[in-house]
């Protein structure tokens, strides 16, 4: 069980309850593609951007790699290798193993297992 109900694209109120957490606290949910707001004069101002720009969730690097490569139906996946090894394959429908991350997508879902490589500190000289 995590702290985002995946499945139901809201926080978990169990999760919630058994940890204490005030869910008036957290943020609204958005899905990545949703407009969440715009660059007000003052952030227009200190960033360079143009005042108005439409702000969205966005997407994390492989939810964003999985869109770039293709993999944005059943039955394709891709992995990249470097400081860690991901695999990373769609799915229309989810089935939570407590095991597995998911990447909650627009109405659909992306699932990953990460390989993290740690190198002792004699392998960078």
């Known amino acids: 069980m995590q702290l985002l109900d ?30 969440t ?30 869109i770039g490569t293709g993999v944005a139906e059943d039955g394709k996946a891709f992995t990249t290798i470097g400081t860690s090894g991901v695999v990373f394959a769609h799915t229309s429908s989810i089935s939570i193993d407590q095991r597995a991350e998911f990447t909650p997508a627009v109405q659909q879902y992306q699932t990953h297992g990460t390989l993290w490589v740690l190198h002792k500190a004699q392998d960078f000289r």
């Open 37 to 66: 707001g715009k660059v007000t004069k003052k952030m227009a101002e200190l960033t360079g951007l143009k005042e108005g720009t439409i702000v969205v969730g966005g997407a994390g690097d492989n939810a964003a790699a999985a």
């Open 6 to 35: 995946v499945p139901n694209r809201c926080w978990s109120k169990e999760v919630c309850d058994t940890l204490g957490i005030d869910m008036s606290m957290l943020g609204k949910v958005y899905e990545s593609c949703e407009v």
